[in-house]
C-alpha cells in the first residue's frame, strides 16, 4: 500500500517502509501532485508545469528521465503510457489530504465530535512544509493554492469543533480546538470568543477574563483595532457574573448541569496552602482535571490517587482541581457556603501521622486535649469530614517509604488513610505521588469510592503549545521530535525549552536527537530518581537499556546472570519489575519490559560514562539467603 503524509513535512512510505531513495525534488513534486489531483495527465503538460523555461523537447526530455525512477519504486501504483502519467485507481493509496477533507467537507453527513478531532489530528502543519522546488513557479504556485485552501477548511472546522463542543458540554475538546485555531491564526476574533465561553464554562473566570486581554493584544499588534462589541460583551458578562447564554439558547442550563453557571460566579481563592498553579506552566491537562473534579465533586469519591512519574505534572494538576474546587464549593455550587477548606501537605515535611492529623484538626479549627488519644484524634477528624466538605491533599507520597520514617511510622499514615475511606462522610482525600503502596491497589478494588489517575505524557498538540509559549515554532515536526525526546514529561519540556531559548538564536533542529543529547537540568532531575533506586533497580534498568527490544522477565533473568557475579534470584527480580513498573520507570510491551525513551536514553549514558558491568557488582546486589 502507498502511503503518503503531505500534511506537514512530506513522507512517502510504500507497505510500511520509508521511500528516501527519491532525491529528485521535481519526482517527489510529480508524484504529489499525481496523488493529489487523482487523474490522469498529459505529458506535454507535466512538463510545461515543472520546466516551463524549457524548449518543449528538453522539458518532455527531463520528464522522460524522472519516470523511470518513479516506476521502478512504484511499480503498478503509477500507470505511464506514451501520452499520459497517473495514479492507478486500482492500486491501494492512502492520502492524508483525502482522509481529512473526505470528513471535513460532507456537509450531508454532519460528524461526530471524535470523527472530526481524528480528521483534524491529520493536520500537522501546513501543505509540503518545507518542501520546495527550484524553477518552477508553475508547481509552487498551485502548492500555495492548496496549502492556503487546507488551511482555511482547517481553520473553519476547528471553529466548528469548538462550537459544537461548547453545545455537548464536552469542554475539553473544545478548548483543544480553540488552542490550535489560536496558534493557526493568533488574531482569529471567534476562536478568542469561543476560549473565553469555554474557560468560563470549566470555572476558570480568570483566565477567561485575561483571554479577552491576549485577544485585544492580538488585534491591535495584528491590525491597530480594539476588539468588536459582541467580544466585549462576552467579556462583560463573564466580569458581570451573568450566566452566558449563546446564540438559539431559550433559557440558562437545567438545574442539574451547574458546572458552566457556577463558573461565572465571584470566585474565592483557595486558602494558603494551595499555590494556584501559574497559566502558562499549565498545558493540556484540561481532560485529566475535569475527570478528577468530576470524581470529586459528582460522585463523591473518598479516595483519589493521582500517580505518574517524575516530570509529569502531578503536583501542577492537583493544585488545578484544588483550585476548580475552591470555586465551585466557596459559593455553594453543590450545597455548602462559605470558603471550603483545602488542607495542603507534602510527605517531605511529615513525620508521623500523629503531627499530620493535629496539623489537620488545627486548620479545621478543632484543639484535642494534648492528651487524647489517637483514635480520639481520628474521631474528631472524621466528625469534621462530615460536618464540612473538605478536600485533603498529600503530596509527595513516595517520600512515606524514604527515611527518618521507618516501616512502622508509613504504616500508621496508611491506617489512617484506610480510616478516612471507611468511614462515611462528604469530604475527598487526595493522594499525589510516583507510586502508590501496594494497599492503594487493595482500597481501589475493594472501594466502590476510591479511583486512580496515572498521568502520562502530553499529546503533541499540547506539548507544541508548551514550546510555542518559548517562541520555539519552527515546525510542528521538530516539536514532535523534541516532545518524544523529553515523553512528553511537562516539567522536561519546559527545562528544555528554557535552556534552549537561554542560547540567545539556538535554534529547535539543533536539540531534537533523543540518542545523543540530554540537557544539564533535565540530566540533574533524572539523576536524583535515579539515586533514590536500590541496587537491583539500577541493574534491571542498566539491562534494558542495552538492548533495544523489550525483554521477557525470564529474558532478564537470564542476561543478569550473565553479566554480574552473584546469583539474581527470579523472585528478587520480578518484586524489582513490580517497583520500578508503579513508579513507571519500566513500561510494559507485548513481549516483556521495555523502557520509556527518556529513561533509555539516560540510563544508556549512564551505563557508557560509569562502566557499569566493568565493576565489582557483587555491590549492586542482594545477598542471597
Not at 46 to 74: C, E, H, V
Not at 81 to 108: F, I, S, Y
Not at 122 to 127: A, H, I, M, P
Not at 219 to 243: D, V, W
Amino acid at each position: 500500500m502507498l502511503y503518503l503524509r503531505l500534511l506537514g513535512a512530506p513522507e512517502v512510505r510504500l507497505n510500511g517502509t520509508l521511500l528516501s531513495e527519491i532525491t529528485s525534488k521535481k519526482a517527489l513534486a510529480l508524484l504529489f501532485y499525481l496523488a493529489m489531483t487523482r487523474r490522469n495527465h498529459l505529458r506535454d503538460e507535466l512538463a510545461s508545469l515543472f520546466w516551463y523555461d524549457m524548449p518543449d523537447a528538453q522539458a518532455r526530455k527531463n520528464l522522460r528521465n524522472i519516470l523511470p525512477i518513479l516506476r521502478t519504486l512504484l511499480g503498478d501504483h503509477l500507470i505511464i503510457t506514451r501520452h499520459m502519467v497517473g495514479l492507478n485507481p486500482a492500486a491501494q493509496a492512502w492520502l492524508d489530504v483525502e482522509r481529512l477533507c473526505a470528513v471535513l467537507k460532507d456537509d450531508h453527513h454532519p460528524q461526530s465530535l471524535k470523527a472530526m478531532a481524528e480528521a483534524l489530528a491529520l493536520y500537522e502543519g501546513d501543505f509540503l512544509t518545507g518542501f520546495y522546488v527550484s524553477d518552477a513557479p508553475a508547481f509552487e504556485e498551485w502548492m500555495l493554492r492548496q496549502r492556503d485552501h487546507l488551511h482555511q477548511l482547517v481553520v473553519h472546522s476547528l471553529h466548528d469543533l469548538a462550537v459544537q463542543a461548547l453545545k455537548e458540554e464536552a469542554y475539553p475538546q473544545g478548548m483543544e480546538a480553540t488552542r490550535r485555531l489560536l496558534r493557526l491564526e493568533p488574531w482569529n476574533e471567534k476562536a478568542h470568543q469561543l476560549q473565553m465561553e469555554l474557560l468560563a464554562a470549566l470555572g476558570e473566570r480568570e483566565r477567561a477574563l485575561m483571554q479577552y486581554q491576549l485577544c485585544r493584544r492580538a488585534l491591535r499588534s495584528e491590525f491597530a483595532i480594539e476588539p468588536t462589541a459582541e467580544t466585549q460583551a462576552i467579556y462583560a458578562r463573564i466580569k458581570a457574573l451573568a450566566p452566558l447564554r449563546r446564540p438559539g439558547d431559550n433559557q440558562v442550563r437545567a438545574p442539574g448541569r451547574q458546572h458552566a453557571e457556577w463558573a461565572l460566579r465571584e470566585p474565592q481563592l483557595a486558602p494558603a496552602q494551595v499555590n494556584r498553579p501559574e497559566a502558562s506552566l499549565f498545558f493540556g491537562r484540561e481532560e485529566e482535571a475535569h475527570r478528577l473534579y468530576q470524581w470529586i465533586a459528582r460522585e463523591q469519591c473518598r479516595l483519589l490517587m493521582l500517580t505518574g512519574r517524575v516530570g509529569m505534572g502531578k503536583t501542577a494538576l492537583a493544585r488545578y482541581v484544588a483550585q476548580m474546587f475552591s470555586h465551585a464549593e466557596s459559593k455553594g455550587a453543590f450545597g455548602t457556603v462559605g470558603n471550603p477548606p483545602i488542607l495542603w501537605h507534602s510527605c517531605r515535611d511529615l513525620r508521623s501521622a500523629h503531627q499530620l492529623l493535629d496539623d489537620w484538626l488545627s486548620q479545621l479549627g478543632e484543639q484535642p486535649d494534648q492528651g487524647a488519644r489517637h483514635e480520639a484524634r481520628e474521631a474528631l477528624l472524621l466528625a469534621q469530614l462530615r460536618r464540612r466538605r473538605c478536600l485533603l491533599v498529600l503530596d509527595d507520597l513516595e517520600r512515606l517509604a524514604e527515611p527518618p520514617l521507618t516501616a512502622g511510622r508509613a504504616e500508621s499514615f496508611w491506617r489512617l488513610i484506610e480510616g478516612i475511606v471507611a468511614s462515611e462522610h462528604q469530604s475527598c482525600l487526595l493522594l499525589v505521588g510516583r507510586e502508590m503502596p501496594a494497599l492503594s491497589t487493595y482500597l481501589e478494588v475493594t472501594s466502590s469510592v476510591t479511583h486512580s489517575l496515572c498521568l502520562g505524557g502530553l499529546p503533541h498538540e499540547a506539548a507544541e503549545g508548551l514550546l510555542s509559549s518559548y517562541g520555539l515554532i519552527e515546525g510542528s515536526l521538530l516539536a514532535r521530535r523534541l516532545t518524544e525526546q523529553y515523553d512528553g514529561a511537562p516539567l522536561f519540556l519546559h527545562l528544555a525549552a528554557r535552556t534552549i531559548k537561554s542560547y540567545g538564536s539556538g535554534r529547535l533542529a539543533d536539540y531534537t536527537n533523543a540518542h545523543t543529547f540530554l540537557f544539564d537540568s533535565v540530566r540533574s532531575v533524572l539523576d536524583n530518581e535515579f539515586a533514590a533506586l536500590d541496587p537491583l533497580e539500577r541493574m534491571i534498568l542498566a539491562t534494558l537499556a542495552c538492548v533495544t527490544q523489550a525483554l521477557a522477565p525470564s529474558q532478564l533473568h537470564y542476561a543478569l546472570r550473565n553479566k554480574v557475579s552473584l546469583p539474581v534470584r527470579l523472585s528478587d527480580l520480578l518484586s524489582g519489575l513490580q517497583r520500578l513498573k508503579r513508579r513507571s520507570l519500566v513500561i510494559v510491551a507485548h513481549e516483556g519490559f521495555a523502557l520509556p525513551r527518556l529513561m533509555h536514553t539516560y540510563v544508556r549514558t549512564r551505563v557508557e560514562h560509569e562502566h557499569y558491568y566493568q565493576e565489582d557488582t557483587s555491590q549492586w546486589l542482594p545477598q542471597p539467603s
